[in-house]
């Protein structure tokens, strides 16, 4: 081995750490004392709750350190690289030095997420170090037909990791047999699910994956050109796909008779979305690429039939295409050695919430939603009760603790009334109102309705004044018999995906957590001790000690009492800010 390496992570989770200050100090030290060690970036390899991430690689090894300050950057400096000598307590992954952090990466299998955390996202040579390519070289030199690359993706056994499930292979099919001499290859970018960044990190750590997926997909259907809708709120993976483009076509890997493969012309272009979820919906998707507003429009004819400008088109998200290189390079049978019977291979998910190790974590398929919760993700925070996940963003439903035994697979996670979705999953624990959570889902289902199907735009919206009625103690008995039928209509009439499963996480709560909205309504109480308005602050005499904090706190003089006598909340005067209970330093505040 040469120099001793040191990569810095600098996706979006370790710049927002303060990954750039690391990377910076790394490099001041270094000029300012001569130092002979290569300086690297990187992106995020999953680990995000201990970003800022740095690898150093010696002739002993790799070690990942986490939490890395500009503070502990003269540490390591100092201990590591001019002292060989690791730092054990900094540790997060290494071979020679056990952590308590390598649970997280126990039992990942990772696919999707081969290179990121591994390569610079911004070399191609780094890529192709790591196969880069190799899966489209081997198409070429091959000389395998495009019915073959279908097979081959229709025997892996890969369905769509964008929420739907369809299977990629057939897919392409439909695609490739339309005899039309114009076709596209889209890349669906555009992830909007609260909690999601699945595909954001997959662009930032490995733009040229994506692309040499879409490659291969353009020469399987016949496309010559192909988009890549990226919603601007994602400058950082907008700005390393636009060097990968660029590189790729210096190379020659975009462009005329690519790779060699005489006919067969491709390029890539990215169009920017404004951030609206309704653009997730392919055919929104289109419009929006076409220059009109983003709707959505009835199907069929599908986008296989008629899609971008009324051609043949076929779209995928950013993580089935990532899956392709490595399947056509490995074999489908590799790929379907992972996973279920019908849910091969792996899934990337973000754990975010009341969850220790917040993160991305690739799994096969078939794992239970409890292990990954308690093995990958660490338990709960605080060690408090779990007590349901939210699995599928708005479009999918919350499942709670008693079925967290359930397999992570298209079938066994549609039973419970959820869905895969792209791979959020917010965890919630037993503080968390499974009421306010709907609510809050609703919400932005209703404001992300792009109105053009009255039940969609309308139908949430009168959902949503319920929900909210519900959570400031003003519910009624048939409320619920009321957010169940106009759910069943709302699904039932609405043109889009994002309307026909907005009514999932309200009709998941009341199947599951019913008797909470039942004591929202009846008992005017929020048994979460959550939801702001049915809350009561009262003091606990025997702890009171009379220090005033709470007093001079309050904003609105909802508390009396002198100086070292026991205080009293003046409830009709109270506005429930929460304040009192946030001062005391005696626990003399009972919220109920």
């Known amino acids: 081995m040469g120099k001793t390496q040191v990569i810095v992570g600098l996706g979006s989770c370790g710049i927002a750490a303060g990954a750039r200050k690391t990377y910076n100090e790394f490099q001041r030290i270094m000029q300012a004392d001569k130092l002979d060690f290569e300086l690297k970036k990187t992106s995020c390899i999953g680990m995000c709750f201990r970003e800022p991430l740095v690898e150093v690689i010696d002739e002993s090894g790799a070690y990942l350190y986490g939490e890395v300050d500009p503070q502990r950057v003269d540490e390591i400096i100092e201990k590591h690289i001019k002292k060989f000598s690791p730092i054990p307590e900094y540790i997060v992954q290494s071979d020679k030095y056990p952590s308590k952090d390598q649970q997280f990466f126990d039992g990942q299998v990772k696919i999707s997420l081969r290179n990121c955390g591994h390569i610079d996202p911004e070399s191609i040579a780094e890529y192709e170090a790591r196969d880069g390519y190799k899966a489209i070289r081997k198409i070429a030199a091959g ?41 596209y290859v889209i890349c669906n970018a555009d992830e909007g699910d609260p909690g999601a960044f699945m595909d954001r990190s997959i662009l930032e750590g490995d733009p040229h994956g994506v692309l040499e997926g879409m490659i291969i997909c353009g020469y399987a259907i016949g496309a010559s050109e192909g988009y890549i809708y990226c919603r601007a709120e994602y400058p950082l993976a907008i700005k390393r796909l636009n060097i990968a483009i660029a590189q790729a076509r210096d190379k020659g890997y975009l462009g005329k008779d690519v790779f060699g493969i005489s006919g067969f012309d491709f390029d890539i272009i990215i169009k920017e979305g404004a951030g609206a979820f309704v653009c997730g919906e392919e055919t929104a998707l289109i419009a929006s690429i076409e220059g009109m507003r983003g709707m959505p429009r009835r199907r069929p004819p599908f986008p296989a039939e008629a899609g971008l400008w009324k051609n043949p088109t076929n779209i995928n998200n950013v993580e089935t295409f990532i899956n392709i290189p490595w399947i056509i390079y490995n074999g489908p049978d590799a790929y379907a050695s992972y996973g279920t019977e019908k849910s091969k291979g792996t899934k990337v998910f973000a754990l975010t919430g009341k969850i220790r190790h917040g993160g991305l974590v690739e799994v096969p398929m078939g794992i239970t939603i409890k292990d990954i919760i308690y093995k990958l993700g660490g338990g709960i925070t605080g060690d408090k009760k779990f007590k349901a996940v939210q699995l599928g963003g708005p479009s999918g439903g919350c499942i709670p603790e008693h079925l967290s035994h359930t397999q992570v697979d298209y079938d066994s996670v549609n039973a419970t009334g959820a869905i895969m979705g792209s791979g959020g999953m917010v965890v919630m624990d037993e503080t968390t109102c499974v009421v306010d959570i709907a609510k809050f889902f609703l919400d932005f289902t209703q404001k992300e309705s792009c109105g053009k199907c009255t039940f969609c735009r309308l139908g949430t919206k009168r959902m949503l004044e319920i929900l909210t009625r519900i959570t400031e103690g003003e519910g009624k008995e048939e409320d619920i018999q009321t957010l169940e039928e106009l759910a069943e209509t709302i699904k039932d009439s609405s043109l889009c995906g994002l309307g026909q499963t907005a009514p999932n996480p309200v009709l998941t709560t009341i199947k599951y957590f019913r008797d909470e909205y039942e004591a929202h309504i009846r008992d005017r109480k929020c048994p979460a001790i959550s939801c702001k308005k049915l809350l009561t602050y009262t003091v606990i005499e025997e702890n009171c000690t009379g220090c005033m904090a709470c007093i001079k706190g309050c904003p609105v003089d909802a508390i009396e009492g002198e100086k070292k006598q026991t205080h009293k909340i003046l409830q009709d005067v109270c506005i429930r800010c929460g304040v009192c209970f946030t001062k005391c330093k005696f626990e003399a505040i009972r919220v109920s």
């Open 143 to 183: 000389n395998i037909s495009p019915d073959k690359v279908i097979q081959d993706v229709l025997d892996s056994g890969l369905r769509g990791r964008g929420g739907g499930g369809f299977p990629t292979g057939m897919k392409w099919k439909f695609a490739r047999n339309n005899q039309s001499e114009r076709k």
